[in-house]
């Protein structure tokens, strides 16, 4: 099938009754359907036809020059009919460049002329003055039949079905115009659209028709394409009805109102040629000449705009539906290789105006009882990597990876292999919601699953609940290198201003020192802190915060239910590591509750005042 979206290959159906035949089939006592295929069987020159006989009443022979296809098969009839034996009739092919015409059946004049040459005692000569045989041949390609036969139980035929063609060309169509495209409604089976093309014969202009009533009369459509821009291909959308797509020699077009009006559509398409279009999965395919073929993903917005939203200040489009996958929207590092579709819920949204700068605009995603899993906006994180809402006039996108949040990271930490990317959403229901200065708009969407795999959704949530957990222990284990790392700078800044500022206190000095020391045992046992660059940790091996991270990739690599032994590893890892977070603890609790007593009873003052390096020459 060419064209999957229509189911068929069929361009156009056209009926014709004569009598009730509903009537005769239901009354019958017997019905027959048959369905059978006929293929191409001949493809001769279109020759007129012509036959040539002569008779030797000498020796009873009988000669036939002509384009008999099978002499065997017309020797045998002739020989029937003129009473003779079969050995004394002979066919001769004189043919020339082809088949000297195409018959390959026995026609009358395969009988009359030989019959005429045989009695007349003479030559007889027969040429065909037929004109179309000059123009058209018998000529099978390869076509399907389907017909139902009605009849009695004694054999009369009641009722009769089958197909048949008809001539449906519009009467307004320019002479020597080339149909090249036809595309039969999804919404309306007498409903028909045609692209018709004359630039061979030097004329430039774009022929679009349309039909309500199965061909029997056709209307032009092609007000607001340039007269310069002749148009190859037209075709409806099978999810809107009325909204047309039509590739020129220029570029594209689109029209809302069943081809009544055409706008340009070229987007960020090049000038160039369309050739074919075609509607995929709400996705438009567009072939061109010469520059490859496009894809302008997602077609919803078009389904879904009306004339109440043109006319809004703001509007979110209903995303549609999203399939859970993998992979990026880019292959290869060539500037020319082709983008594939975002991965993730494309969402769209309308602007009036273009947000200012002073005002806001976020897109909260969530679960479908409302909780939030991840919120975006126009204001650009200084700290953080995090895409932002678009906020121009117009048309806007912005697309949801479909992950939860990430795990908390360690600035500056190397990861071998970890990951701290948060899992992916699972099929199933969703909402977003748009809020533009305090006011909001909500859609829910649904995330599918990639319908090439098994996996149940059993599966999906028991690998979301351990990647969650793996999530969330590698936050854990980095907090707790975060919590770390500050006192240490705490207790070095303040040692380091006592004493620079003159404050001698040596016990609070070896206090802090040993402070330092205890929290950097427990530090190194959970991070490796001598890795500063991507390949130092073939040296220096990975920790625990890393072996935890690590499991990200080995859980989510493939959609499935995770291993027993993603399960057993987690849990050994975490056991470790709780070891050295009671370590930690005790630190807190112990260690670090003396020297803050320490530097209190000491008075140690909140500012101290450091001499600088002139008042030090002085």
């Known amino acids: 099938i060419v064209h999957e979206e229509s189911g068929t290959n069929v361009a156009l159906d056209y009926s014709m009754e004569i009598g009730d035949a509903d009537a005769a089939f239901r009354d019958a006592e017997y019905t027959r359907r048959e369905q059978f295929r006929c293929h191409r069987h001949t493809g001769v020159p279109m020759e007129t036809r012509g036959l040539l006989a002569s008779y030797d009443q000498g020796t009873g022979e009988l000669t036939v020059w002509g384009e008999t296809k099978v002499p065997y098969f017309n020797r045998g009839v002739l020989s029937s009919l003129m009473h003779m034996p079969e050995h004394r009739i002979h066919f001769i092919e004189g043919d020339v460049g ?12 395969d009988f009359l002329i030989p019959f005429a040459a045989r009695f007349l005692d003479q030559p007889v000569k ?9 123009m058209t041949a018998n000529h099978a390609r390869e076509i399907e039949c389907d017909i139902e036969i009605a009849a009695t139980s004694d054999g009369r035929i009641l009722g009769l079905r ?17 149909v090249n495209s036809i595309d039969q409604s999804a919404h309306d089976p007498a409903a028909a659209y045609m692209a018709v093309t004359r630039y061979k014969s030097d004329d430039f202009k774009p022929y679009l028709f349309k039909t309500n009533n199965y061909g029997k009369s056709w209307r032009m459509i092609s007000k607001g394409i340039p007269d310069d821009a002749f148009t190859r291909v037209v075709r409806e959308d099978p999810k809107r009805k009325g909204l047309l797509y039509a590739g020129t020699e220029t570029g594209m077009y689109i029209s809302f109102d069943d081809g009544k009006n055409w706008q340009s559509f070229q987007l960020n398409l090049p000038i160039v040629p369309i050739t074919d279009l075609a509607v995929k999965e709400n996705d438009l395919v567009v072939g061109t000449q010469g520059r490859s073929f496009w894809i302008l993903d997602d077609l919803t917005p078009l389904h879904q705009l009306s004339d109440k939203i043109a006319k809004s200040s703001s509007h979110l489009y209903e995303p549609r539906i999203t399939y859970r996958m993998g992979g990026g929207s880019r292959w290869g590092g060539s500037s020319s290789a082709g983008e594939n579709p975002p991965n993730g819920v494309m969402t769209f949204f309308y602007l009036k105006d273009e947000i200012a700068k002073d005002d806001t605009i976020t897109l909260e995603y969530m679960e479908i009882n409302g909780d939030i899993i991840k919120t975006f906006s126009n204001i650009k994180e200084k700290k953080e990597k995090v895409p932002t809402v678009d906020s121009k006039k117009g048309m806007n996108r912005f697309v949801w990876d479909t992950r939860y949040p990430d795990a908390k990271k360690v600035p500056g930490a190397v990861m071998w292999g970890g990951s701290h990317m948060g899992p992916k959403a699972v099929p199933g229901e969703y909402k977003v919601r748009m809020t533009v200065n305090g006011k909001s708009q909500t859609h829910s969407f649904v995330i599918e699953k990639d319908p090439r795999i098994k996996t149940t959704q059993g599966d999906f949530e028991a690998q979301f609940d351990l990647l969650m957990d793996i999530r ?29 500022s003159g404050f001698k206190k040596d016990e609070i000095k070896e206090a802090g020192e040993a402070l330092i020391k205890s929290l950097t045992e427990i530090e190194e046992s959970l991070i490796q802190v001598k890795s500063k ?39 050994d890892l975490v056991s470790q590591s709780q070891v050295h977070y009671k370590k930690l603890d005790k630190v807190l609790t112990d260690d670090l509750f003396k020297f803050n007593n320490m530097v209190s009873d000491a008075a140690v003052p909140a500012v101290m005042i450091v001499p600088s390096e002139m008042s030090k020459e002085n």
């Open 98 to 109: 082809g088949g000297f015409g195409v018959t390959g059946e026995f026609y009358p004049e």
């Open 126 to 134: 027969w040429i065909e003055d037929r004109r179309e045989h000059l």
């Open 162 to 178: 089958g197909q048949s063609w008809t001539d449906i060309t519009p009467k307004n169509m320019p002479e020597w115009g080339m």
């Open 472 to 500: 969330d222990r590698t936050s854990e284990i980095n907090e707790k290198v975060l919590t770390i790392r500050s006192i240490k700078k705490q207790v070095n800044t303040l040692t380091r201003l006592m004493k620079e």
């Open 533 to 571: 660059s991507g390949q130092d940790p073939l040296n220096y091996p990975i920790k625990l915060d890393n072996k935890i991270a690590s499991l990200v990739r080995v859980v989510a690599g493939v959609d499935a239910r995770p291993t027993a032994q993603s399960y057993g590893v987690l849990d």
